[in-house]
């Protein structure tokens, strides 16, 4: 299961309608709130228009499941990402010039290429299952090898060390306005 997009279309394989929902608006498990029960089962989706895919995509989700989505600032449980050690050796500045990227990882370990810290709180955030919010202010791109025991670590206690250690980045819990993806049955 799974969806991919690239410029203005979007594919899907096997999602649930949950997930297709969040493809079509953008949304993140993390930041969606469900105010109706969708429909179980998997499906295929391919919106390929040359203009308006996801206006399209968003429309036949109102009809065959008659709900729609929406934004909305909600306060909620937040983790802050900031810098507790500046400098620390395993966020490096990258030393890739040009637009490419890389990232990926497996249990434990997690690498990208020339990426924002945006990616590092993207983790965190699929890892902690919470919204997580940048405010380390490093504005430039950084190449990352971080590694951590994931293999007996429930609450990711091992992960949040790891990137104390090797990254200098702290989580701190809060509350804060997030923006959220709000999803209702269709008027």
């Known amino acids: 299961a799974g969806w991919a997009r690239s410029n203005y279309r979007i594919i899907g394989i ?24 969708l429909p179980l089962g998997k499906y295929d989706f391919i919106s390929n228009l040359p203009s308006n895919s996801f206006k399209a995509l968003k429309q036949e989700i109102k009809q ?13 449980n937040v983790l802050f990402l900031k810098v507790k050690q500046p400098n620390a050796p395993g966020l490096k500045p990258t030393k890739t010039h ?63 060390q790891a990137m104390l250690d090797q990254l200098g980045l702290e989580l701190v819990t809060g509350t804060a306005p997030v923006e959220m993806l709000v999803v209702e049955k269709a008027k």
């Open 14 to 37: 096997g999602d649930t309608a949950d997930m297709l929902v969040q493809a079509a608006y953008g949304g993140r498990d993390t930041r969606t709130i469900f105010l109706t029960k």
């Open 64 to 76: 065959q499941f008659g709900v729609v989505g929406r934004p909305e600032m909600i306060e909620t």
């Open 98 to 160: 040009d637009r490419s990227s890389s990232s990926g990882g497996l249990s434990g370990e997690y690498q990208f290429v020339n990426e924002p810290v945006s990616a590092v709180a993207n983790l965190a955030e699929d890892s902690f299952r919470i919204p997580v919010i940048d405010q380390t202010g490093l504005k430039r791109n950084f190449d990352v090898d971080l590694k951590w025991d994931g293999q007996n670590d429930p609450h990711h206690e091992n992960l949040k």
